[in-house]
């Protein structure tokens, strides 16, 4: 059973970064693709980032693009997620999620994590 541990969020004035941290526990991530996702409240989660489980790939959300950067760790067996220029629309609980050999989508996750509250202030 992978399990998925979430830290790294805050609160942030608009303009300012914040790094999220997602450790796996259970299985390699070279094994598993990763990636990031977020909810509003009353919205829907939505996906933010993914990198494919050989690292060789990596996708965007278009809002995010150029302000987000989704990277790992094997040796920590951590995915991390680098948020620069953060808005308050950013604002949101964000999930790591996990996908055996594949990379995670809206509709295909095997593991989430609990979540971690991601703040910004205008």
């Known amino acids: 059973q992978v399990q998925l541990e979430e830290s790294g969020g805050g609160l942030v004035q608009a303009g300012g970064s914040l790094r999220l941290s997602c450790v796996a526990s259970g299985q390699t991530i070279t094994q598993l693709g990763m990636g990031w996702f977020r909810q509003a409240p009353g919205k829907a989660r939505e996906f933010v980032a993914v990198i494919r489980f050989d690292g060789r790939e990596t996708d965007y959300e278009d809002s995010v693009k150029g302000r987000f950067t989704i990277s790992r760790d094997t040796a920590k067996n951590t995915v991390y997620l680098q948020m620069d220029s953060l808005a308050p629309e950013d604002t949101a609980l964000y999930y790591c999620?996990?996908?055996?050999?594949?990379?995670?989508?809206?509709?295909?996750?095997?593991?989430w994590g609990q979540g971690t509250q991601v703040t910004v202030s205008s």
């Open positions: 999620a996990a996908r055996r050999r594949f990379t995670p989508t809206n509709t295909h996750v095997d593991y």
